[in-house]
């Protein structure tokens, strides 16, 4: 069975930083590509940042100089290193797998955790 838990999320002030976590079960973690993706409220669910299993990474433009994607393959973990925050990045966090052999493998979804920034 697979599982991605996420962690990490909370209340934090503008300028403020967090480091969310996704913990990964069930899969071959180090093949996976690994991404965040988030959801404020009435929007759609955007893509965040993702990397590779080469360690390639992609950054919404958003989020670009502000946020890292860094992986732990012997922890089967990915975070998502959140700096100078934004009330607009006010959102639910999803951790996301998606196996490199579709539809081998599969793609997975995290439960989400809420991240609020506001003073």
């Known amino acids: 069975q697979v599982q991605l838990v996420e962690s990490g999320g909370g209340l934090v002030q503008p300028g403020g930083s967090l480091r969310l976590s996704c913990a990964a079960s069930?899969?071959?973690?180090?093949?996976?590509?690994m991404g965040w993706y988030r959801q404020a409220p009435g929007k759609q669910r955007e893509l965040v940042a993702t990397?590779?299993?080469?360690?390639?990474?992609n950054y919404a433009d958003s989020v670009k100089g502000r946020f890292t994607i860094p992986r732990d393959n012997a922890k089967n973990t990915v975070y998502l290193q959140m700096n100078s925050l934004k009330p607009e990045d006010t959102a639910v966090y999803y951790c996301?797998?998606?196996?490199?052999?579709?539809?081998?493998?599969?793609?997975?979804w995290g439960q989400g955790t809420q991240v609020t920034v506001s003073s």
């Open positions: 996301n797998a998606v196996s490199p052999v579709l539809p081998i493998g599969g793609k997975y």
């Open positions: 069930g899969i071959i973690f180090s093949i996976y590509v």
């Open positions: 990397i590779t299993n080469d360690g390639s990474t």
